[in-house]
């Protein structure tokens, strides 16, 4: 009896676990079978493996063929492991290296002629292996840029089957193969988004700055035309480049959700779901393998939300979890993954159905009750999470506006850059960077204020118009506030510039 083993990686959201595939080869009736919790997709690599080697003049011995995937409580979905599977197969005869090839990851998925196809999730799968240890991987050719962004590991990218052989020592004549492309991504445009389009909104350009200094969520209600989209959509370009961890995260994500990644961007991600999007789309989800959903994509940026009072009360609700833990977890039947959520919310919404309520000039024909319904869509306990709660007006004179108009995205920019390392410098004690991050009971504990300055909270609290969460987020806002004046104290004028920005009119 010959037993070869080599290595895989399964994938249960952004996490990825070391599969140990070992192949046994036994004098029994001719089978190749799988276990070790497969699903269907990877209960019929078999058939793929067995013809891939004979389509490469790599045929398999007519015996009994046994593969397990260890540890084999852990659940392996898809045909990421097909590689895997017929290099421990074709390893059990001794024709190749089986040091090397127990040193080796392989992930990728076998097309019948014998060459690798790319497949999802390649960037966290080669995480995973050099978290674990394992120094070298081996991909399809397509995914060859993907897998080298990942520091200290040895990447050899496959065109098909008789290279992977090759490569551990065995002998093969088989010619050369075209590659598999990947699949050609969208066209995007860059866009050149600048503050300074933004006219005769300084109060709100000025709560955009603050929310994007603390990593703050942020509220717009106004009538269709106050700039509510314009404003969100120039949020991202005001925030600081993503770190190499940050970038490694939101590339990993992007992979899982089957783009094709061939850099790091720095550039924080922009999700805008459509208001008819579920609540799967939103939170992540799928059959068999669970694919990110717009709160995942958003992490590490900005999860927009334009026309917040047309999504479902349901959809809106599922952010609440999120908003506080920073993770999203999603249940599948047997399956549960974990994806990150540390995005900045931003939701814009309108009045009313119509957008003319309360409008100075606006004539609004809504029933009360369809009012009632559209902002009761926007429950207490999300409001409650969200720090910043603006109410615009439209730009009465375009001409004034435009004079009146003076902060530039490079402005706004380096004004984030310089409070967020205030605030970096203030908490280079703690395990928190962001303003929008530290605990409220950090706040009200060793880095309280004098009480004299907490008194309009206090006040509030006591009354109850404001709740003990909400308290603690306007204390984040307050600090972020006293960094972009250059406070190293709290000062009452902090505090109440945070009150009005929890619930101010911007005319």
Same mark, same amino acid.
């Given at each position: 009896m010959t037993v070869a083993r080599t290595w895989a990686v399964a994938l249960t959201g952004v996490r990825g676990d070391l599969v140990e595939v070992e192949a046994d080869l036994s004098p029994q009736t001719p089978e190749f079978s799988i276990i070790g919790l497969p699903d269907k997709a990877l209960g019929?690599?078999?058939?793929? +493996?067995?013809?891939?080697?004979?389509?490469? $003049?790599?045929?398999?011995?007519?015996?009994?063929?046994?593969?397990?995937?260890?540890?084999?409580?852990?659940?392996?979905?898809?045909?990421? =492991?097909?590689?895997?599977?017929? !290099?421990?197969?074709?390893?059990?005869?001794?024709?190749?290296?089986?040091?090397?090839?127990?040193?080796?990851?392989?992930?990728?998925?076998? $097309?019948? #002629?014998?060459?690798?196809?790319?497949?999802?999730?390649?960037?966290?799968?080669?995480?995973?292996?050099?978290?674990?240890?394992?120094?070298? !991987?081996?991909?399809?050719? @397509?995914?060859?840029?993907?897998?080298?962004l990942v520091d200290g590991v040895e990447v050899r990218a496959a065109t098909c089957l008789a290279e992977v052989v090759r490569w551990h020592g065995g002998n093969s004549d088989a010619p050369d193969l075209t590659p598999v492309l990947a699949p050609e991504s969208p066209a995007t445009r860059d866009e050149d988004l600048d503050l300074a389009d933004v006219l005769g909104q300084p109060d709100a350009v000025d709560a955009l700055i603050v929310a994007a200094a603390g990593g703050h969520h942020l509220l717009m209600s106004g009538p269709p035309g106050a700039g509510k989209t314009m404003l969100a959509r120039r949020l991202p370009g005001i925030l600081p480049d993503l770190d190499d961890g940050a970038a490694l995260s939101v590339a990993s994500v992007r992979s899982l959700s089957g783009e094709?990644?061939?850099?790091?961007?720095?550039?924080?991600?922009f999700e805008s779901p459509h208001h008819g999007a579920s609540a799967a789309a939103l939170i992540g989800g799928g059959s068999g393998v669970v694919r990110p959903g717009a709160i995942a994509r958003a992490s590490e940026? +900005?999860?927009?939300?334009?026309?917040?009072?047309? =999504?479902?009360?349901? +959809?809106? #609700?599922?952010?609440?979890?999120?908003?506080?833990?920073?993770?999203?977890?999603?249940?599948?039947?047997?399956?549960?993954?974990? =994806?990150?959520?540390? =995005?900045?919310?931003?939701?814009?919404?309108?009045?009313?159905?119509?957008?003319?309520?309360?409008?100075?000039?606006?004539?609004?024909?809504?029933?009360?009750?369809?009012?009632?319904?559209?902002?009761?869509?926007?429950? $207490?306990?999300?409001?409650?999470?969200?720090?910043? #709660?603006?109410?615009?007006?439209?730009?009465s004179d375009a001409r004034r506006s435009i004079a009146a108009t003076a902060v530039t995205t490079r402005?706004?920019?380096?004004?984030?850059?310089?409070?967020?390392?205030? @605030?970096?410098?203030?908490?280079?004690?703690?395990?928190?960077?962001?303003?929008? #991050? !530290?605990?409220?009971?950090?706040?009200?504990?060793?880095a309280a204020p004098d009480p004299e300055v907490l008194r309009p909270l206090d006040t509030a609290l006591r009354r109850g118009t404001l709740t003990l969460r909400g308290y603690d987020r306007l204390l984040r806002v307050a600090w972020t506030v006293a960094d972009l004046a250059g406070h190293d104290r709290l000062h009452p004028d902090d505090v109440g510039r945070a009150l009005f920005l929890r619930q101010g009119s911007v005319a």
């Amino acid at each position: 009896m010959t037993v070869a083993r080599t290595w895989a990686v399964a994938l249960t959201g952004v996490r990825g676990d070391l599969v140990e595939v070992e192949a046994d080869l036994s004098p029994q009736t001719p089978e190749f079978s799988i276990i070790g919790l497969p699903d269907k997709a990877l209960g019929e690599a078999g058939r793929r +493996v067995r013809n891939a080697c004979t389509n490469r $003049g790599l045929d398999l011995p007519k015996r009994r063929l046994t593969v397990n995937l260890s540890p084999a409580s852990l659940p392996k979905r898809g045909s990421a =492991f097909d590689v895997a599977i017929a !290099v421990a197969a074709l390893a059990t005869t001794g024709m190749m290296d089986a040091g090397r090839v127990a040193d080796t990851v392989h992930i990728g998925e076998l $097309g019948l #002629d014998g060459r690798l196809r790319p497949v999802p999730g390649v960037l966290p799968a080669v995480l995973a292996a050099q978290r674990a240890g394992r120094a070298r !991987v081996v991909v399809p050719a @397509a995914n060859a840029a993907e897998a080298s962004l990942v520091d200290g590991v040895e990447v050899r990218a496959a065109t098909c089957l008789a290279e992977v052989v090759r490569w551990h020592g065995g002998n093969s004549d088989a010619p050369d193969l075209t590659p598999v492309l990947a699949p050609e991504s969208p066209a995007t445009r860059d866009e050149d988004l600048d503050l300074a389009d933004v006219l005769g909104q300084p109060d709100a350009v000025d709560a955009l700055i603050v929310a994007a200094a603390g990593g703050h969520h942020l509220l717009m209600s106004g009538p269709p035309g106050a700039g509510k989209t314009m404003l969100a959509r120039r949020l991202p370009g005001i925030l600081p480049d993503l770190d190499d961890g940050a970038a490694l995260s939101v590339a990993s994500v992007r992979s899982l959700s089957g783009e094709v990644v061939t850099h790091l961007s720095r550039t924080p991600p922009f999700e805008s779901p459509h208001h008819g999007a579920s609540a799967a789309a939103l939170i992540g989800g799928g059959s068999g393998v669970v694919r990110p959903g717009a709160i995942a994509r958003a992490s590490e940026g +900005v999860l927009f939300l334009d026309e917040g009072g047309e =999504f479902p009360a349901s +959809v809106l #609700d599922a952010l609440r979890q999120p908003l506080e833990s920073g993770v999203i977890q999603v249940h599948r039947s047997g399956v549960s993954a974990t =994806f990150p959520a540390r =995005f900045q919310l931003v939701v814009a919404t309108n009045p009313c159905p119509c957008g003319q309520y309360g409008v100075p000039g606006g004539v609004c024909d809504c029933a009360p009750q369809a009012i009632r319904r559209y902002t009761r869509r926007l429950s $207490g306990p999300l409001l409650d999470r969200i720090d910043l #709660d603006l109410r615009l007006q439209r730009v009465s004179d375009a001409r004034r506006s435009i004079a009146a108009t003076a902060v530039t995205t490079r402005d706004a920019r380096a004004t984030v850059r310089c409070a967020r390392e205030r @605030a970096a410098r203030r908490w280079a004690e703690t395990p928190w960077r962001r303003n929008a #991050d !530290v605990p409220g009971a950090w706040l009200r504990g060793a880095a309280a204020p004098d009480p004299e300055v907490l008194r309009p909270l206090d006040t509030a609290l006591r009354r109850g118009t404001l709740t003990l969460r909400g308290y603690d987020r306007l204390l984040r806002v307050a600090w972020t506030v006293a960094d972009l004046a250059g406070h190293d104290r709290l000062h009452p004028d902090d505090v109440g510039r945070a009150l009005f920005l929890r619930q101010g009119s911007v005319a």
